[in-house]
């Protein structure tokens, strides 16, 4: 199967600093990544659809201003949480699609947590 | 927008034993995956199946499109089968990539 890639795994900041998150697809070229959240024991949520040489589509309730995703490449997407604050705390996942199309493929995933 | 619901929410198992989890979508799919995050929060994939049946190893997976359900069978479970098992699925008529999960079934399986 197709393999993404995410980095750092885990960050720690302090409140009011900004965060960069990086997802990249190892094996293939994605136009299209998705960004995901996920509380404690709660399931994901998806946030924004990156587009590669376009802006980014984001979901409803989703401030874009916080977080600012970048494609700058077929096979690479940021997030970046800008002014980060305790609130923000949570996993990061971001996910491409395969060679398919239709099943996407989840990386490792971000823990951040904000002090 | 769809509603996925999981169930059972909580399953626990002792080794050898087997499962049936199931997952309900409220309307028309394009796309249903079935997930396993393990401790790390790694989201596996096990299957992708919109429709009929699949089977990989210990696990299989039926979807009845028409009925709007999803079955993910488990057989003589492991305790590396604990984890979280996350149903998701993609709305038709909406783009590929958007899929709605389900609120999971946290299964744990003793020795």
């Known amino acids: 199967g197709a393999v993404v890639s995410q980095h750092p795994s885990r960050v720690i900041c302090k409140s009011g600093t900004s965060v960069k998150i990086e997802c990249r697809s190892l094996?293939?070229?994605?136009?299209?990544m998705f960004w995901y959240r996920q509380f404690p024991k709660q399931s994901l949520m998806l946030m924004a659809t990156?587009?590669?040489?376009?802006?980014?589509?984001?979901e409803q309730g989703v401030e874009k201003d916080k977080f600012l995703i970048n494609h700058a490449s077929l096979t690479l997407s940021t997030l970046t949480v800008t002014s980060a604050h305790p609130e923000d705390s949570s996993f990061y996942i971001c996910?491409?699609?395969?060679?398919?199309?239709?099943?996407?493929?989840f990386g490792p995933g971000t823990r951040l947590t904000v002090t | 927008g769809i509603q996925v619901e999981q169930s059972p929410p909580d399953l626990i198992l002792q080794e050898g034993a087997n499962s049936t989890l199931r997952c309900n979508f409220s309307?028309?799919?394009?796309?249903l995956q079935w997930f396993h995050q393990n401790p790390w929060g790694q989201l596996i994939n096990l299957f992708y199946?919109?429709?009929g049946t699949k089977q990989n190893g210990r696990l299989s997976a039926t979807t009845v499109a028409t009925e709007r359900y999803s079955l993910l069978y488990i057989s003589s479970s492991q305790t590396t089968d604990s984890g979280v098992y996350f149903c998701?699925?993609?709305?038709?008529?909406?783009?590929?990539?958007?899929?709605?999960f389900g609120q999971g079934t946290i299964l744990t399986v003793h020795p």
């Open positions: 309307d028309s799919v394009n796309n």
């Open positions: 996910s491409a699609p395969g060679r398919g199309v239709w099943e996407q493929y």
């Open positions: 990156s587009n590669e040489g376009s802006k980014a589509t984001y």
């Open positions: 094996d293939f070229q994605a136009t299209t």
């Open positions: 998701a699925v993609v709305e038709g008529g909406t783009s590929y990539g958007k899929l709605t």
């Open positions: 199946i919109p429709s």
